[in-house]
């Protein structure tokens, strides 16, 4: 079956490979926004796969920040992951958008959410507007435009293959066809 997946069908190669944040290891990108109801959808799927990645496999999530909605979002991922409740939050910070219909859109939303996760909302909003965060979120905005993403959900493998949903047709070939390119880029190293 991994025989037949064909880059330019399949998932794309991108023409300058995006350098990665841990040489040595095989990347595996998860390219999100919290407000997209595909994103959301493909969460269940993807939650059990990364547990099952291997040593040599270092798993990133890169919000979108194709707009200010979403740069918002990916300010809070970044802020959460810097006040360490990161993991402890990202299904919840969904759940809220798609099953609570709360937006989060701003600054006091988002600072209010974080406080339900011990901390101050004094002290989300100071992380929300830190320059580590900013920084960050620039950082996301470049690598998605070296990653040529048009949009999310996207995976993108070793900074250098990016598949898309319409190309995968459903989230288990997604994941199958990262693994097959895993696996490829583990028979180069």
């Not at 496999?57 to 920040?65: D, I, K, S």
């Not at 960050?136 to 250098?160: E, H, S, T, W």
Request: glycine share 8%.
């Amino acid at each position: 079956m991994a025989a037949d997946f064909v880059e330019g069908k399949d998932y794309i190669r991108l023409a300058t490979p995006v350098a990665v944040s841990q040489p040595g290891k095989i990347e595996v990108a998860e390219l999100f926004w919290y407000g997209c109801p595909h994103c959301y959808d493909f969460e269940p799927y993807i939650e059990p796969w990364i547990k099952t990645l291997p040593d040599d496999v270092r798993f990133e999530r890169v919000p979108g920040t194709f707009s200010k909605l979403w740069k918002t979002h990916a300010s809070a991922f970044y802020a959460a992951e810097a006040l360490g409740i990161g993991e402890k939050l990202h299904a919840d910070f969904f759940n809220r958008i798609h099953q609570q219909n709360q937006r989060l859109a701003d600054e006091n939303s988002i600072a209010k959410f974080f406080a339900e996760y011990g901390v101050t909302e004094a002290q989300a909003k100071k992380a929300l507007k830190s320059f580590g965060v900013k920084s960050k979120v620039q950082q996301a905005g470049a690598r998605l435009r070296g990653y040529q993403a048009l949009g999310v959900p996207g995976m993108v493998i070793n900074g250098k293959y990016r598949i898309d949903t319409g190309m995968a047709g459903s989230w288990p070939n997604m994941l199958k066809i990262a693994e097959f390119l895993i696996e490829k880029e583990r028979q180069t190293q």
